[in-house]
């Protein structure tokens, strides 16, 4: 896979407040710079182009937390945080010390993430954007959502996210083992 750098950094749009992105969660949306999936008809297409404008990098990310402190999730947008592999297992270690969820979205298959070390990740929401199968949320998508329970991923419907509890004994502890 190409990456656009292997530093522990992130190179980012923005980062704002989600209500959205995780069924009945808030999160702390993480847009990424650069994406070479290229999705037609993305919704981010501004955010294509690598561009070294604003680093995140541990110190960066305390702050950022502080200032999003009613979220409960790290979400990585973009862009595609993938290819800045370095960057985002650094940023998602970093969140899960901080006793945050960590969620990627991204535009590949799960099947093509086995560079990426998903240690530090909770949920996957993968695949390419085709908007004539609508977005994630209906049943004609083609993305699909990975959830990590007891250190296995396994596959679930987006709109089934809402009825997981996050917050439960059995999700802690499977966090501590990550």
Not at 28 to 55: A, P, T
Not at 80 to 107: F, N, R, S
Request: charged share 30%; aromatic share 10%; net charge negative.
């Amino acid at each position: 896979m190409k990456t656009f750098h292997d530093e522990p950094i992130l190179y980012v749009n923005s980062i704002i407040t989600g209500f959205m992105e995780i069924p009945t969660q808030i999160s702390m949306n993480i847009y990424v710079s650069g994406c070479m999936k290229r999705c037609k008809n993305c919704q981010n297409s501004s955010l294509w182009e690598f561009k070294k404008d604003h680093i995140l990098d541990e110190k960066v990310l305390k702050m950022a937390l502080k200032h999003h402190s009613m979220a409960n999730w790290i979400c990585f947008l973009g862009g595609d945080a993938v290819y800045q592999p370095k960057g985002l297992e650094k940023i998602a270690e970093v969140a899960k010390k901080e006793g945050k969820l960590v969620c990627l979205y991204t535009g590949l298959c799960f099947s093509e993430l086995n560079e990426i070390n998903k240690d530090n990740i909770d949920l996957i929401i993968d695949g390419e954007w085709e908007e004539e199968k609508g977005p994630v949320n209906t049943s004609t998508t083609n993305q699909k959502c990975y959830i990590k329970e007891n250190n296995e991923w396994q596959v679930i419907e987006f709109y089934n996210l809402k009825d997981i509890k996050w917050d439960t004994k059995q999700h802690k502890d499977s966090m501590k083992d990550s």
